[in-house]
């Protein structure tokens, strides 16, 4: 269960260049920690780590480290993903993940390793594990991972109506592989006052239909388009089953 909705929490997206990456100075590092809660099946609070720091490259380079913990279910992420050009195209994703006893004994491994790499018009997902087959997903349009989306998705049009169609590849699917990335569309519907611990934002309101559940995500109006605030509603009660609150920015 808790697998499943941590897949739903991170969805993304890949759009055009626009203000986002021109308003970042080559060598600007910007930290964001994240209230984690979720409602089902029992209330539970974690912090999500994010750290996004923009290389001295002329052309737009971002690097984005992730860290997850969630103790009561002994699980522990670590991510580190690189996007690059000014469409902030996924280079390379390199995940080390850590679940129940029972779930990494069958895997046959202390910590799961899950790489991604671009090259020549492919994305090559790979596993430490051989009890998990890797693949090998055309490039045929935007891609992005459940960790890059909180850099990606700032650099879209925020023009209420617009919607954006994009790839999203699941690195945590870990029954089977992966033939193609599922294809999902996200559509700015308003904008909306957030009240969070890290201060009061003025947002463009996001919605995407992706996983079974409808989510909402918040981005501040400025040009930094900070992600403020996530909600996800479960398809079935029309309940909020989980969000994710900016807690901190730096």
Known sequence: MIIRLLIIMLLATVVNASEFTDSWKPGEV????????????????????????????????????QTLNIPSQSIEMKSTEVYAGE???IVSSDNRLR???STMKSLKVDT????????????????????????????????????????????????IGEYFDYGFVNLLTLSSSISEAPKARDSVIGVQEIDTPAGKYQCYKVRNSVGGSETFNYYSTDTRHIPVKTEIIDSKSGKQSMTITLKKYN
Not at 39 to 63: A, Y
Not at 115 to 140: A, C, M, R, W, Y
């Open 30 to 65: 910007e930290k964001l920690t994240y209230e984690i809660r979720t409602f089902q099946p029992s209330e539970t609070t974690n912090d999500l780590e994010l750290k996004i720091t923009r290389t001295k490259d002329i052309q737009p380079v971002f690097v984005v480290e």
């Open 87 to 89: 469409k902030l195209q």
């Open 99 to 101: 679940f129940p006893l």
């Open 112 to 159: 799961l390793i899950v790489k991604g790499k671009s090259d020549q018009g492919k994305f090559t997902i790979s596993f430490n594990s051989k009890s998990v087959e890797g693949s090998v997903l055309p490039l045929d349009g935007p891609l992005t991972t459940a960790v890059g989306y909180r850099l990606v998705l700032r650099n879209m049009n925020f023009d």
